[in-house]
């Protein structure tokens, strides 16, 4: 998990505008690319090239340069929708699937991509990065969000139209949108309207 500020995804609103959001956590990057039951309309994650992509927009520095195959495509999705089932399942207070557990514990469990230094003294990843190593950083990110610190702060955004996950790294720690661009902006417009019903 990264508390960083000045990072997150860039998406786009139903109407194409673009904005940015950070849901504060790798692996909560991850679930911007599709996932289970009604979520598989926004599947992302089609082939080895659009893993790549993913990473390359992740808050991972520097984005590594991966060797994926088929089959970590389909690990991925499944990572991600096991990933998907247990955040929101923790966010309502309910159990965890033991097999959706699983699932992330397998694939925290395999090796991890290795930081190293180049000659540049610039950071670096070692030997040559595969799909399955990012996994394991996701899931690794997954097991230290979860049971961590900030555990109690995952939420899903306030709008009644938008199901974006986050965790909520601010100070006060009253964050209620995924984006103030976008879910904020558009709840203040959605208030200045209906008060302006009611005075009229």
């Not at 599709?34 to 659009?50: I, M, S, V």
């Not at 984006?179 to 558009?186: F, I, K, P, Q, T």
């Amino acid at each position: 998990m990264d508390p960083a500020p000045t990072r997150g995804l860039t998406l786009y609103s139903r109407s194409g505008v673009a904005y940015r959001f950070d849901p504060g956590a790798l692996c909560l990057e991850l679930l911007t690319t599709g996932g289970p039951g009604p979520y598989r309309r926004y599947e992302a994650l089609r082939e080895p090239a659009d893993l790549a992509a993913w990473a390359e927009r992740s808050r991972l520095t520097p984005t590594p340069v991966l060797e994926i195959s088929e089959a970590e495509v389909e690990d991925a999705r499944g990572l991600r929708d096991a990933l998907f089932r247990v955040v929101i399942a923790h966010t309502r207070g309910e159990p965890s699937s033991p097999g959706d557990l699983e699932t992330i514990n397998h694939a925290a469990a395999r090796p991890d991509l290795v930081p190293a230094i180049a000659p540049t003294l610039e950071r670096q990843w070692a030997g040559t990065p595969t799909g399955t190593h990012l996994l394991t950083a996701v899931a690794r990110d997954a097991v230290e969000l979860l049971t961590g610190p900030f555990a109690h702060r995952i939420r899903s955004c306030a709008a009644e139209d938008c199901h974006l996950l986050y965790v909520d790294t601010s100070r006060p720690g009253r964050r209620r949108w995924c984006s103030m661009e976008h879910c904020g902006n558009l709840h203040k417009v959605r208030a200045l309207r209906a008060r302006h019903s009611e005075e009229g």
